[in-house]
């Protein structure tokens, strides 16, 4: 089944906002196994919708419009829906009281134009709108479809989730159940990974149980999707199980976690089941790991803070540095320990290094210390040292901060 | 004049890489008043990209072809071309002496593969590789053109900018000179700023002499976008200079900088100015204002460092803080004040509020407590309340960064 995707709005082709709708289907379509050979984006006009959509359907099963929903004038994706199937739309009684409803239950008045998403083409179902006011649709056209979704991200995933993917599920004539587990890596390259999992490949490619995607996430690492049909849930889960436990006990620790999972969740978690907490000394990420850290919700129950030692002097009166170079072993060390004492924290993790544009005490751009100190059931501390490909400060230091993280990680779980 | 854009790439397609070409292109277009009324991504197929050049041509006055134009056997952008316009590629040997000249000069082997990007059709005339190998291409057919350019985004941007807008606006039979200056603001809504400029607008309206568009730019506050056309870059250059000082005379310093300005670069000239340095405390914002601070280049001659103060302690035993209440004003000055004293800094700026999801001393989510603290000619602290929206964690720390450099900014101007 061949399925492309309309984003409509005028501001998408002003370039005022950036169409990430499309991107997030198209992947979900990948992962179910429906070709997307087209997308296009249209303004809010209704000849140009309607084209758009006419267009898609020539050469497609089906087509998803995401946007244009909304109450006011210039969401006109219903009307253009319309003269495509070359009929009015009609009120749906039932679904203009779910909306009055829907205001009166907020106390709040509902202007008149609202009700005009309760329209729909004749022989079209509503999708049902769980987090905002404006209804999805699922109309047949002849033996192709038009779905539409609205253009606000997390209204428009729960739709097509909850209703678009199944429904396309279904009319491909697919029985089977389809699902997909992503693993995280970092510190490997896409070629890297691709030599090592290779026999497994191979053996993919013969028995066509599951395949499995690289996608490379810039400096996030490399995600692998394994992805597998099955009759039930259950067998698909199975598959997913096995090719899992499969690639890691090929890519063991360079594995950090799984679907929706972070570096500094993943870590948390490892500070949480060990009781340890965590202060952080950055020189040159200045606050980035600081800030991911607390990205997480519950991150007060480990981390205690950080000190962002930009001047030389703050490394050596906050964080007791005695070391005269301070991109070096011992400074990263000396970075880590004091700031576990000074913070009062069973764990410090530090970054000392070159962002650029310039070199530092004779060191290339690039060239990143990592210190990392445990005061658990024994106390270690020690510094790795990585060299990172020079270029954009802002790349090189999102980098360090991400490999810092790693570093911890890795000896949390040693 | 009408130009459609098309994105070539299969990743694109399936959701692996977001297209954010095409949304820069198109406000490209948009600033030199050029219509785009469809936008389309295409995989790396030679009937599907013949098709999506066809479809704009036959919409449009002329398409820009991104990506595809690389060495490999998958980029085959220059075939598709050859396909609609109906003839062979020719090899160009000037261009194919300049590529084999690029790898010489850097003692790197040629993959026969790259004389592949000295191919074109005939007609039409390469746009120079400044900043890789892939030559672009500008290809008339009949009264409309094709153009194409590389999908590594600085590369397409440098030939965007340097050759296909200009032969654009050439071929749009405009002999005028187009520019633009981007006002950035803090502190009013859109329809705030609409309301406060209503009449400037109204008489632009009338004289026509510039145009005046409002960008939402998240949690970066909103741009007005002045847009002129003149004679001369020196006519256009006064009526925006004319226009930004009458906008400025409205919204005084509600505009914090312009085009390529951040909150953090304007604060970091202020503090360079006078010869000020600065240290951060971070609670709620977690390191997020130092990650900007040093994100600008020569940060290291005004930052000291910061102090992450998630832990109660940190903020007593580092910074000094004696108040019970850490969502306070009286909390906020002491963090203020604790941390410059604390990193030899002239200046202290701090946070402490709520980022939720949870209340904190019975203050609400979004609450956030800016302090500041500046020693020089005299000695002054003070700390604003601002309240958020509450929301995603994410966005409410993110706003409160932005904040609390905005009225630290404010504070030094005045």
């Known amino acids: 089944m061949r399925v492309e995707v309309v984003a409509i709005g005028t501001e998408l082709l002003l370039g005022q906002i950036q169409d990430t709708n499309s991107t997030w289907i198209s992947e979900q379509l990948a992962t179910i196994g429906v070709d997307c050979y087209f997308q296009t984006k249209v303004g809010d006009n209704l000849d140009r919708i309607a084209l758009a959509i006419r267009s898609s359907l020539a050469r497609a099963d089906g087509v998803i419009l995401c946007g244009g929903l909304g109450p006011t004038q210039d969401d006109i994706t219903r009307e253009a829906i319309a003269m495509v ?20 239950n907020r106390e709040r008045a509902m202007p008149k134009n609202n009700l005009r998403q309760a329209e729909r083409p004749p022989g079209s179902t509503f999708i049902a709108q769980r987090k905002g006011t404006a209804p999805g649709l699922i109309c047949p056209v002849g033996n192709k479809v038009i779905y539409a979704v609205p253009g606000v991200p997390y209204e428009m995933k729960d739709m097509v989730q909850r209703a678009v993917l199944p429904d396309i599920v279904k009319r491909s004539g697919q029985t089977k159940y389809i699902g997909s587990r992503v693993l995280r890596t970092w510190g490997l390259s896409e070629s890297g990974l691709a030599e090592a999992v290779a026999g497994r490949l191979e053996e993919l490619e013969r028995t066509k149980v599951a395949t499995i995607a690289f996608l490379a996430s810039g400096v996030e690492g490399i995600k692998l999707r394994i992805t597998a049909k099955g009759e039930t849930q259950a067998s698909v889960e199975t598959v997913l199980g096995v090719e899992e436990a499969a690639l890691r006990e090929i890519l063991g620790d360079t594995v950090f976690g799984t679907d929706e999972e972070t570096m500094e969740s ?29 990205a997480v919700p519950g991150a007060s129950d480990y981390f205690k803070g950080g000190v962002v030692s930009y001047a030389t002097a703050v490394k050596r009166e906050i964080l007791g540095v005695e070391e005269d170079l301070v991109v ?7 970075m ?12 410090g993790l530090s970054t000392t290094g070159v962002a650029g544009p310039d070199e530092v005490e004779g060191q290339p751009v690039g060239t990143v210390w990592i210190g990392v100190y445990v005061s658990a059931d024994q106390e270690i501390s020690f510094a790795r040292l990585v060299r990172l490909p020079p270029g954009d400060r802002a790349v090189v230091r999102s980098l360090a901060a991400i490999s810092a993280m790693d570093v911890l990680r890795r000896a949390l779980s040693s």
């Open 85 to 104: 199937v070359g009929a009015e739309l009609e009120m749906d009684q039932s679904m203009a009281d779910q909306i009055a409803a829907y205001f009166a």
């Open 266 to 294: 993943v870590v948390g978690e490892q500070l949480k089941v060990k009781g340890l907490t965590l202060a952080v000394a950055e020189s040159l990420t200045g606050g980035l790991i600081a800030s991911r850290v607390v």
């Open 328 to 334: 070096t072993e011992a400074a990263a060390i000396a």
């Open 336 to 347: 880590a320990k004091g700031v576990a004492k000074a913070l009062g924290a069973s764990v």
